[in-house]
């Protein structure tokens, strides 16, 4: 196997025995080609662009840096890399694993300001976007169109963002996550090189032409390069959508009729799971006054007529075991509040449990195990007398599982961890994943090589090492350097 000299690694960096430090002469370095209004070095900035979603302490950059141009991207991390500077990429913080602190110090790369909507092709179905664009400002520009960008991870995320995290969402069953809707990017590597992954200008809905670099990229985290660009793939708004929902008497019940409902090949655009407590949150937080149980919120969509066949034959799956309170709408202000409810789950969580730190599981198994890892997560929730609000993407095998914490109770937190890690030794051991669509991060990088194993796990060493041999990019996150020097 292809091997890099560790050797002169380890000791170029014994010799240098830590990264380059961000002082005024670099700071002066990069205004020189950002100009003074798009550096900073301010306590408050730095602080921000340390922080994501996660239960992770913030770690604060040494500057904030935010290009207006892929060329000044290019042009900051040669600066970077000749002196061997960390360089973190930053969409808009509301990762879930850590991917934006500054474990050595270092530069963020605030993307931001990069806001061009570059081209949407509307009868070819893609846009190309630059890094700073989220989702919600593409799905705004191209609605009016009859166009969307699925991908709903519940925040207003960057594209690229979502591209780097490998980010999928409520809709994922029906579209796919990034994975499968991203066609190429542009990438500007550890020493300034920008790549084009799939060609510069391409964007067929196909290729077998040489190696996968768009999926290489997609799920890297920030650790391969800084992705200043993507073209995504565009849907059509359907003709018509119903949301639907029914509550029952077990997790069991409501996580056999999702399996049940795949198997018939209904082709539902979403299947959410939400356990009692997860509802108990909803109905305080949106204002919702449903019944206090297991339930599912599902989403038709396609022609009128088919909607109501798919729903019907939806009732008549969840009723068979034993759903109840059926319901389904088709009113456009119904479902959003449905939905919305859905995608603030997080927020309600925080808010039932106020002073407490949110900690979120991600797992994913495949499908026919997903009853029993539910209720594995319920019962172990059960054993450690932990809260436990469990939502999920059940359509895909994916949920996740709020676990609640005092911050300052090291116990506490020792528990949560433990719980985190027999969950996800219990998906892996079903053939499922430690994360379905939040990353790797920092709190993964052991599930990760348990995951993958130790040929899998030196590849993965092997294509870092060759893409940023100094190291330079989003140290420690993904792959602990540990494993690297
Ligand atoms: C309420 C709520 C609900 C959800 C979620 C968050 C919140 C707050 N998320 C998580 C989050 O929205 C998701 O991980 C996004 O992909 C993060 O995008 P950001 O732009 O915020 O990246 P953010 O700035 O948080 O960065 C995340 C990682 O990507 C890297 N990165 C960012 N921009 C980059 C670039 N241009 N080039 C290279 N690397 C880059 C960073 O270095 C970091 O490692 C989620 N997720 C999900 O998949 N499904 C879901 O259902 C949800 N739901
Ligand atoms: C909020 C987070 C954990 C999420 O991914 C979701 O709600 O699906
Ligand atoms: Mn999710």
Known sequence: MLRLPTRTLRSTFRSLSSYGK???KIVSLICNIVGPDNVTTSESARNLHGTDESFHPTRAPEAVVTPLSTSHVSEVMKICNSHRIPVIPFGTGTGFEGGVGALYGGVCMAMHKMTEIVEV??????????????????????RADGLHFPIDPGAGAS????????????????????????????VVLADGTVIHTAGEGRRPKKTSCGYNLTNLFVGSEGTLGVITQATVRLHGIPEATAAAISSFDSVQNAVDTVVMILQCGLPLA??????????????????????????????????????????????ELCVGNGGENFSWATEHSEREQLWKARHNCWYAVKATY???????TDVVVPVSHLPETVVFCHELA???????????HVGDGNFHCFLLSNQDDETETLRIKDFSRKLALKAQSF??????????????????IE????????????VKKSLDPLLIMNPGKVIDLDHLL
């Open 431 to 448: 053939g499922g994943s430690c994360t379905g669509e939040h990353g790797i991060g920092l709190g993964k990088r052991e599930l990760l």
């Open 22 to 24: 961000v002082d005024d």
């Open 451 to 462: 995951e993958v194993g130790t040929g899998a796990f030196e590849t993965m060493k092997i």
């Open 121 to 142: 092709n509307q009868s070819d179905f893609d846009a190309t976007v630059r890094a700073g664009v989220t989702r919600h400002q593409l799905n705004d520009w191209i």
């Open 159 to 186: 594209v690229c963002g979502m591209c780097s995290t490998s980010a999928s969402g409520t809709n994922a069953v029906r579209y796919g996550t990034m994975r499968e809707n991203v066609l190429n990017m542009e």
């Open 270 to 315: 979403r299947i959410e799971f939400l356990n009692s407590d997860m509802i108990s949150a909803c109905n305080k937080f949106s204002n919702l006054q449903l019944k206090e149980a297991p339930t599912l919120f599902l989403e038709f969509i396609g022609s009128p007529s088919g909607v109501e066949e798919q729903a019907m034959l939806a009732e």
């Open 354 to 360: 106020p002073g407490k730190h949110a900690y979120s």
């Open 382 to 392: 059960g054993e450690m007398g932990v809260p436990a609000p469990i939502v999920g």
